[in-house]
């Protein structure tokens, strides 16, 4: 099939849509690789020239059409938000190439100001944040590898429920698998006992709040930590619960946890498959609750893959390469 060019000239927004030394240029043309490619044969089906203000993009092969139509979304937007912010963040060039893939309703990177100015960046972020955000979904499930953003999008919709006083608290449960449960020879109350396996949650909290709100809502237990062992024979009404790590909670632990829930509560179970601690794999409540859960009404399961990997772009390639050799030796 012949080659089909085409041709976009970006004007002022030029310098910030192709990146120091066109880094981002070669970001885009890296979405187009064809990793099937014989020997000898081009290793993009689509590639990127860059003269003054312009870029000009070549494509050939059955799918010519539709990778042009795919690297003009990109671009389009890029430009958009170099003409509107002045400059082109890294993460928002991958963040472009993510929204590009398929035909999604969100043309773009969203940006949420009443989440603290979060930008979500790939099509099942917005679909995780649509789902925290819906009254009718009363348990939702994010599963995928790490930096996808499953704790950290999850604190952010249970923080601006709190705010919007749709909720009276928030409740963290983290399986502390390290101390086997057994955290009470540890000094300090629960809360300074269970803090080491909660950092994460933490920085979260600190990215959607100042540090003496958090302070003084903890004071008033408006935000509460307990590690699953201590949730037990709890009723958790008006909440926002964040099950976190849930891969580390053994089927009948996952089984209390999700039994807690009370009048006007929901409910996020995040967890990583892939990152089971526990002695026994086969043990792990997640995957487990999934499988019974799914089907029923009010729970929604996102799973997050490596495209949805928003830290640095090496980490993607490296769950993609854990995935593999996992694949590999029948994990």
Known sequence: MSERTQVFTLGEAAQ????????????IQEAFRDPGAPRGAPAYRLTLDVQGDKITARASGASAEADLARAQRIIEALSDLARRKGRVREGEVLAAISFSEGQTDTPGPMHLPQLGGLVLRTPRQVHYVEALRDENIDLIFGVGPAGTGKTFLAVAAAVEALKQERVDRIIVTRPAVEAGEKLGYLPGDLAEKVDPYLQPIWDAFRSQMSENDLKARRERRQIEVAPVAFMRGRTLSNAFVIADEAQNATILQMKMVLTRLGEGSRMVVTGDP???????????????AISILESVPGVEVIRFAAQDVVRHKLVAHIVEAYHRDEGARGG
């Open 16 to 27: 910030a849509v192709f990146g120091p030394l066109h880094r981002h240029v070669a970001q």
């Open 274 to 288: 892939s990152q089971i601690d526990l002695v026994r794999p086969d043990q792990s409540g997640l995957a487990h």
